[in-house]
């Protein structure tokens, strides 16, 4: 699987990394009529080509370049980015609902605002 965007994006939806990315796999991009339903971005994994450009565009630290460098507090999200595809509204659905059993799983963490929320993770 390739790169993984995870917490610090809920709720902040920064289009850096959307605006780097050499094969469009990052969505929803913010002229696409999902960007106002869901809570993150997601990268495609068929689409992704690993190129690792959205990594330093990302001002929140939310993604990450592989499953296994991805946090164990981060994992379920994994599935997220799996899971949605862009004008598919049950795979939305899905993804998002796993959003939101992170976020409600983690009321302390989603408290602190998204850019400081990586470093929260390693402490």
Not at 43 to 67: F, T
Not at 74 to 81: E, P, V
């Amino acid at each position: 699987m390739p790169f993984i965007i995870t917490d610090p994006c809920i709720d902040t939806k920064d289009t850096a990394c959307v605006d780097v990315c050499p094969v469009d796999c990052i969505h929803p991009r913010k002229d696409e009529p999902e960007f106002e339903q869901t809570r993150m971005l997601y990268i495609h994994p068929e689409e992704c080509i690993d190129c690792g450009a959205c990594v330093p565009a990302c001002p929140v630290a939310a993604i990450y370049d592989s499953v296994d460098s991805t946090p164990a507090s981060q994992k379920d999200l994994i599935d997220a980015n799996f899971i949605y595809r862009n004008g598919d509204p049950a795979t939305i659905a899905q993804a998002e609902a796993i959003v939101k059993a992170h976020a409600d799983s983690n009321p302390d963490l989603m408290a602190i605002p998204g850019p400081e929320r990586a470093a929260a993770h390693n402490r």
